[in-house]
Nanobody, 121 residues
C-alpha cells in the first residue's frame, strides 16, 4: 500500500507560481511512475503531467511550458512546479502512483487526498 500526501497548494494571483509536493510512504517509490491530475469545480478530473521512474515526462497541452514535474527518489517525493498560473488552473490537484506509465486515471493504483490551488484574476 502506497500512501501519498500532497502539500503546497494555496491562493495565488494570476501570473504567479506555486510548487506542489507529494510525499510517498512506500520504499519502492522509485519503481512507480508518478502523475498529477486536477479537478476543477463542476468538471471531471483531468491529467496534468506524469514522470517515469527514470525521469521521462509527459504533459497535457494546456500546461506545457508552464508546469514542470520532477521527482527525488531519495526523498520519495514528486513535485509539480507551476509557473505563469492562470485562473483556469484553479482546481484540486491530486498526485497518483502507477506501476506503468500513462495519462488515464485507471492506470493509477494509489491517490493522494488532493490539495487546493486557487488562482485569482
Amino acid at each position: 500500500q502506497v500512501q501519498l500526501v500532497e502539500s503546497g497548494g494555496g491562493l495565488v494571483q494570476a501570473g504567479g507560481s506555486l510548487r506542489l509536493s507529494c510525499a510517498a510512504s512506500e520504499r519502492t517509490f522509485s519503481r512507480y511512475a508518478m502523475g498529477w491530475f486536477r479537478q476543477a469545480p463542476g468538471k471531471e478530473r483531468e491529467f496534468v503531467a506524469v514522470i517515469s521512474w527514470n525521469g521521462y515526462t509527459t504533459y497535457t497541452d494546456s500546461v506545457k511550458g508552464r508546469f514542470t514535474i520532477s521527482r527525488d527518489n531519495a526523498k520519495n517525493t514528486v513535485y509539480l512546479q507551476m509557473n505563469s498560473l492562470k485562473p483556469e488552473d484553479t482546481a484540486v490537484y491530486y498526485c497518483a502512483a502507477s506501476p506503468g506509465y500513462g495519462t488515464k486515471e485507471y492506470e493509477y493504483d494509489y491517490w493522494g487526498q488532493g490539495t487546493q490551488v486557487t488562482v485569482s484574476s
